[in-house]
């Protein structure tokens, strides 16, 4: 099923794909740390930067040619619109292979990475 989430202040046409109820309610359990979030910072800039941006905000260098852009995540408005559950499906499972080139890190990162990563692409909005 595919379900469009609210698009203020993203002008792009988006099928995003909405995690099922259970991961829309759970809690991030990782400790959103200062030490964890250096970590993780090397790990986006080394595996999400080219697409989402160093700073988040969806314009990195590999988006030139892309009809779906990943999201601006400096737009705080945007950001807590979305639960941290259904940011974390999304990076384990991808978004629509169909569309977008946002494929899954299940087999690459770990739960406790993936989670992290929740707590750094929220840090943009602060
Ligand atoms: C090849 C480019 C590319 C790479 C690399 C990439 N992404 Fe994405 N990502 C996208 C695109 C494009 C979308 C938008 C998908 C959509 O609109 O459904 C997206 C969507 C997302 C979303 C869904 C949020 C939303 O907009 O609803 C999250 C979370 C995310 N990416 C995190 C990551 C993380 C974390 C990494 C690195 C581990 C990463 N991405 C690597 C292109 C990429």
């Known amino acids: 099923m595919l379900v469009l989430w609210p698009l203020a202040g993203d002008a792009t ?27 993780t910072a090397t790990l986006y800039d080394n595996r999400c930067s080219k697409c989402h941006g160093s ?9 030139k040619d892309m009809d779906v852009k990943p999201r601006n995540y400096t737009a705080k408005a945007l950001m807590e619109t979305i639960p941290d559950g259904q940011l974390f499906w999304i990076i384990c499972y991808g978004s ?19 989670w992290s990563l929740v707590h750094y692409i929220r840090s943009f909005a602060r």
Do not use: C, H, I
């Open 13 to 39: 046409d988006r099928k995003t794909p909405t995690a099922p109820e259970e991961f829309l309610t759970m809690a991030n359990p990782v400790a959103p740390t200062a030490e964890m979030l250096k970590e």
């Open 55 to 63: 700073n988040g905000d969806g314009k990195g260098s590999a988006t």
């Open 96 to 114: 629509d292979p169909d569309v977008t080139e946002m494929k899954g890190y299940k087999k690459k990162l770990s739960e406790e990475q993936m």
